[in-house]
């Protein structure tokens, strides 16, 4: 759902300027051009480092496949993006590319290569907690 993608990376976004120390990155589904046009509508990336991957290759590589129906389309979601967009002004926008369908997934990387926190949706409506992501790269 593109309001809780839009949340999401704005929750990123938000994190990565209180703490330029660590590199904070976005893979995106949709065009070069249609990613462009999507965060030049919400203001920007920040210091996000963007990668594209229209083919989801990488989405593949790192676990993250296509939703089930219930996953995008169950009640609770769908509320949950009904609230987003009452209380926050994010509703769901027409997207020039990309699918509804990706399953999001949130990892923590140390310099080293250990994924040290992972955060794969299991419904459309969640949200990653950067907080505790930033987090699990401090702790031992």
Known sequence: ?????EKTFRNLRDISSKDPS????????????????WL????????????V?????LYGKWGLGVSSTWHVLNPWSLYAVYTLGKKEGIWNKPTEGGTRWQTSGSFSVSEDGTIKWV??????????????????LTSA
């Open 22 to 37: 660590k590199n904070f990155v976005a893979v995106s589904h949709s065009s070069d051009p249609a990613t462009k046009d």
């Open 1 to 5: 759902m593109v309001a809780v993608a």
């Open 119 to 136: 955060a794969i949706a299991d419904a459309a409506d969640k949200l990653p907690n950067f907080e505790e992501a930033a987090k699990a």
């Open 53 to 57: 991957d229209d083919k989801r290759e």
């Open 40 to 51: 030049d509508s919400i203001g920007g990336k920040g210091n996000v480092r963007i990668i």
